[in-house]
């Protein structure tokens, strides 16, 4: 026993990454940004940011809550102008986009690698048409990185409009999308009917108008989606679309569009329906139950907790269950067959590195990997047996967002960006790989699509031909469409950013008619990991989550909906209960006694020296210490090598909180003069301290620690610890 303490202590002291989770609270810059953006109003996300970015602190993000916080810390990257900043940034799947961001450039990372030579062509969307414009006279600034701008300038001296009229109604209103997210300095559009005195010409299916409008035409907000709503009369028009962005260029986009009748493409909310037979209760389909015990001892394995902490989950149309183990080492599959009482164990282990999301087929299952590079997405049979695996392709990795995969209507794979998006169909007709942009998920043969502004109160969801509007009294975070019930009823998943201060979206689930009429929301489990896709559509049309509880069992919940009335009220978080802080052990003597025996006197020195430490008397601790000082000296360089109370000091100020023990687990007589004990330390906020994982793992795939080991050892005559505190980096 006593190697395996000796060795899992030394762990404890490599392991710089290791941190306790709460304690980014107690950090100063953090304490002073809270108390500088309370409102009374709510949460100054503005405040937060630019605490942040002032102190370039990315624990101060933290207080913006999930949802937000991901922009708040690209907003303190990219203000720290020092690539070191991405060590110190929590959220994983940043730190991906904080390290492109400061790679070197190469050749396709400048604009014309994605765009070409010229501006991209601006969309209009009406109803479940659309048509791309022609780009006629632009400016164009290409710039890399270190490297001197080019304006290319193209001068059409015309209107260029595809040569195919886009069929219109008389009155409708119809999506302007303009090709890049940035912000358009200017922006307007003008519109005229074609008469036989225009000049044309057409070659490869794009026509020359020479015609001229009235400039500037009807001005339009300066965002790069939004509606245009037009009356016409039957006939034939070209409509110009003027942008600019500042420092990027400019280009004269053309439309060419043909009213054929006085129909109009409905944008308002639905007339009231029946409402479907969706269930209002949840119903637990599935259980996992994970026994096993953990005492939370340094160098005790993780348990094999089936389920535990997975992140994605997917059920095939025969309604099996198939859950990615993701926090299992070697990362496995787990299929569940109804009556969902038989697993199937599938390892991933040489398949895929990272596994993220999972999709189950009629005839195959897909597995994403995301930590190799390149990423990766693996076909196995329902067997489980490999059958091919691809390599994805740049533009599709972590760094350009990458987040999950789906499956279309067709059963083609959709790899997904920034949670959907951005969408690209992977493979061609012949199996190829060439990845083609989406418009947005197509269920039942309609197409869906999502239109939000970040933090903005409205949104709108187009399915096929219904648009539905959606205003929140508080900010959106995120929205994005789930799936669709075979009856043409839809899903779609939204997090609200919440009033206080630091707390968390709130996540709902909605559930639409087929015309787009509210019919309930769900707001799921709370668990004990965050997981993107743990929430899916079932080939029954209902929707299930994938919770992962703190007893460690895991459960598949098929979810119940509130409606009228009932699914306005946001369920509120149980008050915790409160918690009694604990009492620390402290020496209880201070001459020593005639009958204390050795085993009394090593529990009495343990107590004592951490006690000292936590007091600041650190040379009364040093005499009481046998152990060595080269990591503190390594750690510590400005530090005098022999001057042992100002290494204590250092250690305890910067690496590892010289904390109080609060309670011994175990003592264990080795001989008559060496004792080693298990202690459990109080943390600063007087609760149990936990060592969190390190490494960037979660807690599910690596659990906290709050067990140490220490050894207590007579040296001339006297009992000496044997180990320091516990390194907290």
């Known amino acids: ?51 942040a970015v002032t102190a370039l602190n990315p624990e101060i993000c933290r207080l913006a809550g999930i949802g937000i916080d991901d922009m708040c810390l690209q907003a303190v990257y990219e203000a720290a102008d020092d690539p070191s900043i991405c060590d110190r940034i929590y959220l994983r799947g940043v730190v991906p986009n904080c390290r492109a961001y400061y790679a070197p450039p190469s050749p396709s990372q400048d604009l014309s690698a994605f765009y070409g030579n010229r501006p991209p ?28 701008q080019t304006t290319v300038h193209g001068d059409a001296f015309a209107l260029v409009t595809p040569a195919e009229a886009l069929a219109v109604p008389a009155s409708f209103t119809a999506i302007l999308r303009l090709p890049i997210p940035a912000t358009p300095s200017t922006l307007w559009y003008a519109l005229k009917p074609v008469t036989d005195d225009i000049s044309r010409s057409s070659s490869q299916g794009a026509t020359s108008w020479q015609v001229a409008f009235e400039q500037p035409g009807t001005s339009l907000d300066l965002k790069p989606e939004q509606e245009i709503s037009l009356s016409l009369e039957p006939g034939q028009y070209l409509l110009e679309v003027y942008a600019s962005w500042q420092e990027l260029g400019s280009a004269d986009y053309g439309f060419f569009l043909e009213v054929q009748a006085k129909t109009a493409l409905s944008t308002q ?48 149309p025969n309604g099996d269950i198939w859950i990615l183990d993701s926090a299992a080492q070697p990362q496995r599959l787990l299929r569940f067959g109804k009556p969902y009482e038989r697993t199937q164990f599938i390892s991933l282990e040489g398949l895929v590195v990272g596994a993220a999301d999972v999709e189950a087929a009629s005839d195959a299952i897909w597995v994403l990997g995301i930590a190799s590079q390149p990423p990766r997405v693996v076909k196995l049979s329902t067997n489980g047996k490999p059958l091919e695996s691809y390599d994805l392709p740049k533009g599709l990795w972590p760094e350009d967002g990458l987040t999950g995969i789906a499956l279309a209507q067709d059963g083609a794979l959709i790899v997904e960006l920034a949670g959907g998006a951005d969408l690209y169909q992977l493979f061609d007709q012949n199996g190829q790989i060439d990845p083609r942009r989406l418009e947005g998920y197509t269920f039942d043969n309609r197409l869906f699509r999502v239109s939000t502004t970040t933090l903005s109160k409205n949104a709108i969801i187009y399915a096929g031909d219904v648009t539905t509007k959606i ?118 003597w201070t001459v020593t006694p005639v009958w204390a025996s050795d085993l009394d006197l090593a529990r009495h020195t343990l107590l004592t020296f951490f006690t000292l430490l936590h007091e600041g008397r650190y ?77 960037g793992a979660t807690e599910a795939e690596m659990p906290p620690v709050w067990q140490f080991p220490y050894t207590v050892k007579k040296i001339d005559g006297q009992f000496k610890v044997m180990e320091g505190p516990v390194y907290v980096p």
């Not at 762990?11 to 306790?20: E, G, P, Q, R």
């Not at 601006?122 to 791309?132: F, K, S, T």
């Not at 026994?291 to 348990?303: A, I, L, T, W």
């Not at 601790?621 to 250092?650: C, F, H």
Request: proline share 8%.
């Open 1 to 51: 026993m006593k190697t395996q303490i000796l060795m899992a202590l030394a762990l404890v002291w490599m392991l710089a990454a290791c941190t306790d989770d709460s304690s980014w609270r107690n950090d100063p810059t953090v304490v002073a940004a809270r108390d500088a953006c309370k409102s009374g109003s709510g949460v100054d996300y503005n405040c937060i940011e630019g605490q």
């Open 121 to 148: 062509a601006a969309i209009l969307i009406a109803g479940e048409q659309e048509q791309v414009a022609g780009v006629g006279t632009s400016t164009w600034t290409l710039e890399k990185k270190g490297q001197e």
């Open 269 to 316: 909310t639905p007339s009231p329906e029946p409402l479907m037979n969706i269930p209002v209760t949840d119903e637990i389909v599935l259980t996992i139950r994970n026994d096993q015990p953990y005492s939370g001892r340094v160098g005790e394995p993780r348990p094999d907790w089936v389920g535990w902490g997975a992140q994605a989950f997917s059920m095939a």
């Open 471 to 588: 205003s929140s009294q508080q900010p959106i975070g995120g929205l994005r469409v789930l799936g669709s019930a075979p009856d043409g009823s839809f899903y779609a998943e939204m997090y609200v950013m919440p009033e206080e201060l630091g707390s968390t979206s709130v996540r709902e689930i909605l559930c639409y008619s087929p015309a787009g009429l509210l019919l309930g929301i769900a707001y799921p489990h709370p668990a004990e990991f965050y997981a993107e896709q743990n929430v899916v559509v079932g080939p029954d049309g209902l929707v299930y989550q994938l919770v992962s509880n703190p007893d460690h069992s895991v459960q598949i919940v098929r979810m119940g909906f509130k409606t009228g009335e009932s699914a306005l009220a946001v369920p509120t978080a149980s008050p915790s209960q409160t918690t009694t802080p604990l009492t620390p052990l402290l020496p209880t």
């Open 619 to 695: 040379a009364e601790a040093t005499s009481l210490y046998g152990g060595a000082y080269d990591v503190m000296r390594e750690q510590n360089p400005d530090i005098p090598t022999d001057d042992y109370a100002g290494l204590w000091k250092a250690a305890c100020s910067h690496q590892s909180p010289c904390l109080l023990v609060s309670r011994i687990v175990e003592e264990d007589p080795i001989s008559q003069d060496e004792f080693e004990f298990v202690v459990e330390f109080v943390w600063l906020d007087g609760m149990l301290f936990k060592l969190g994982p390190c490494c």
